[in-house]
């Protein structure tokens, strides 16, 4: 994998998929990606936003970052129960 070439959401697959200049693709399922770190709608709601306004940001929160931490950090949740 040498240069990425383009990173866009594929909405047939539910994929961003990466495309690099050696012809490699990564495609990262969005939708087993939020049943592993999503606890609420507003997580949800965040992850949704990268994906369609920062696939890079997506990609690289999801292959070199650490999701969990950066969604708890981004969203706030308060229980209406309180």
């Keep these: 994998m040498d240069r990425l070439v383009s990173c866009e959401f594929n909405m047939d697959t539910a994929c961003v998929e990466l495309n690099f200049f050696d ?8 939708i087993a990606v939020e ?21 890079v940001g997506y990609a690289d929160l999801i292959l ?13 949740y308060k229980s209406l129960d309180s």
């Excluded at 049943?35 to 696939?55: A, T």
């Excluded at 070199?64 to 706030?76: F, I, M, Q, R, W």
């Design 23 to 30: 012809d490699s693709i990564i495609a990262i399922d969005t």
């Design 35 to 55: 049943k592993e770190v999503v606890d609420n709608m507003y997580q949800r709601s965040e992850l949704n936003y990268l994906i369609y306004n920062d696939p």
């Design 64 to 76: 070199n970052g650490d999701p969990e931490t950066y969604l708890k950090t981004v969203t706030e």
